[in-house]
């Protein structure tokens, strides 16, 4: 049982955002807060922190590949966390080329990454499901169990909060370059990339001989974009092109709802 010591400070956490008109004020010795989340599901409590020791984390992305910016991003994590799952979401995606690398590959890519931080970490692939109201009892079902989750995504946000798992945001790193659609056209067009992951990721791309098989599942649907659409004129293909990419860009399904495991 997760148990609150008593400091001489006191300080405000938030579980829900939503549910801010309730408010308890936990004095004493220590404190459960997991019987206070049982019986009355508190928006806002004022306690002391827990110590490092008592939290687990969790943070979902695609990872395809991981990067410097996620790297960086679990590195700020670590400060707050004794223990760390690390999701690899849309584990059954592979072989295309916005999800290149099998979430076997990716597990080693994230494991070698995070070795030497001082954390116990845990990788678990997790599938995507196409129902959203579930999303979370998906995830807590396929992962150890964790008290904080850390998220930029709305969608992700909004729904842990429903479930009552408290969300936490942490700063993203030089976005504009640091995200994989673009690390991806850089590997694919021979540019550097090789600067913007860790050196363990290039160490697995390289035994998996990651690059010749994006290019290869490039100029595949390239070849099929074609036969597709043959009739076309130059400049519709062109179009058909760039709304591809875009799609690539902002890293979601054309449906308003994107499935919350393919963060990127």
């Not at 687990?56 to 395809?64: D, P, S, V």
């Amino acid at each position: 049982m997760r148990r609150y010591q008593k400091t001489r400070l006191e300080h405000w956490y938030t579980f829900s955002p939503f549910d801010r008109d309730k408010t308890a004020i936990i004095t004493g010795e220590s404190a459960d807060i997991t019987q206070i989340r049982k019986t009355d599901r508190l928006g806002l409590f004022i306690c002391d922190g827990p110590n490092k020791g008592d939290m687990r984390g969790f943070y979902i992305g695609r990872f395809q590949p991981y990067h410097n910016g996620h790297h960086k991003m679990v590195k700020a994590i670590t400060a707050e966390v004794d223990e760390l799952v690390l999701g690899i979401g849309s584990a059954g995606h592979s072989h295309t080329q916005q999800n290149p690398f099998t979430a076997g590959e990716r597990v080693m890519m994230v494991t070698k990454s995070v070795a030497d931080f001082d954390v116990t970490t845990y990788a678990v692939p997790i599938e995507d499901l196409d129902r959203n109201s579930v999303w979370v009892s998906h995830v807590q079902s396929m992962s150890p169990t964790f008290d904080v989750a850390y998220s930029n995504n709305p969608l992700v946000i909004q729904l842990f909060s429903e479930a009552d798992v408290e969300v936490r945001q942490s700063p993203m790193f030089n976005r504009e370059i640091l995200k994989g659609s673009t690390l991806r056209e850089r590997m694919i067009h021979d540019d550097d990339w090789k600067s913007l992951v860790p050196s363990q990721v290039i160490d697995v791309i390289e035994e998996i001989d990651g690059i010749e098989r994006m290019r290869r599942l490039g100029a595949t649907d390239t070849s099929t974009n074609h036969e597709r659409i043959s009739s076309t004129t130059e400049n519709e293909l062109s179009d058909d092109v760039k709304n591809h990419n875009k799609d690539i860009e902002e890293n979601s399904d054309p449906s308003p709802n994107p499935n919350p495991g393919t963060t990127e």
